[in-house]
């Protein structure tokens, strides 16, 4: 079956525009994860969410950081006023439903490459 | 805090050589434990977990990997390095408690391998 999807692949933005990743998951899948990429900080947990709610949002670097996931499926991850240390490939995986810790496998997707110039 | 420490950011390996990635965890408890492999180009994916029961755990692709507690070390190992092994290694670890599935990650093992 069609795996974990994100859109777009890559997206180049100047500095202080807002863009929006979007992030279909496997159907079916309950939980679904945002993850960070960069040189210099590796790789970071952002969000979790299961079904539409977000019962951790610790990673999640600042208020300029938003994420939201409709109808238990599609998720958009917002970065408003972009800045150049956003720069970085984000991640978005998702697993059956979470019951006390990440026992099923997340499954990730291509990534969205981004640049702020 | 808890953290997962990868000593060795870059190996090589001669093809049909063994394979040992290092792989250490400062945690309060047993963490659920995972190594994932991203090819270039292509997302990741992961090789096998370690939840509980036995500690030498079989993955994918021939890998497996041992857990140790008294080291709080978690090492994937091969015995045969292909060079289609060349990839980018990550271990992560995940809390046993707590509404998340969050992943905390190592920096990252890239494998190359010599012909």
């Known amino acids: 079956g069609a795996g974990v999807s994100q859109s777009p692949s890559n997206k180049v933005t100047e500095k202080g525009k807002d863009v929006e990743l979007r992030c279909d998951p496997i159907?079916?899948?309950?939980?679904l994860y945002w993850y960070r990429q960069s040189l210099g900080q590796g790789l970071e947990f952002l969000i979790y969410?299961?079904?539409?709610?977000?019962?951790?949002k610790s990673g999640l670097p600042s208020d300029r950081f938003s994420a939201e996931r409709t109808g238990g499926s599609v998720s958009t991850l917002t970065i408003q006023r972009t800045q150049q240390e956003d720069s970085a490939v984000y991640l978005c995986?998702?697993?059956?439903?979470?019951?006390?810790?990440?026992?099923?496998?997340?499954?990730f997707g291509p990534g969205t490459r981004l640049l702020v110039l | 805090a808890q953290s997962v420490t990868q000593p060795d950011i870059h190996i090589t390996v001669s093809e049909g050589a063994s394979l040992e990635l290092r792989c250490n965890y400062s945690y309060g408890a047993t963490p659920y434990l995972f190594w994932y492999v991203q090819s270039p180009g292509q997302g990741l994916q992961l090789l096998l977990k370690y939840f509980s029961g036995d500690t030498l755990v079989q993955g994918i692709k021939g890998f497996e990997a041992e857990f140790k507690r008294s080291q709080s070390s978690f090492n994937l190992r091969k015995p045969s390095v292909h060079w289609s092994d060349a990839a980018e290694y990550f271990c992560?670890?995940?809390?046993?408690?707590?509404?998340?599935?969050?992943?905390?990650f190592g920096q990252g093992t890239t494998l190359q391998v010599k012909p």
């Open positions: 969410f299961q079904g539409n709610s977000a019962p951790d």
């Open positions: 159907s079916g899948h309950t939980a």
């Open positions: 995986a998702s697993s059956p439903l979470v019951g006390t810790g990440p026992r099923e496998t997340q499954y």
């Open positions: 992560a670890v995940g809390a046993r408690s707590g509404n998340t599935g969050k992943l905390i």
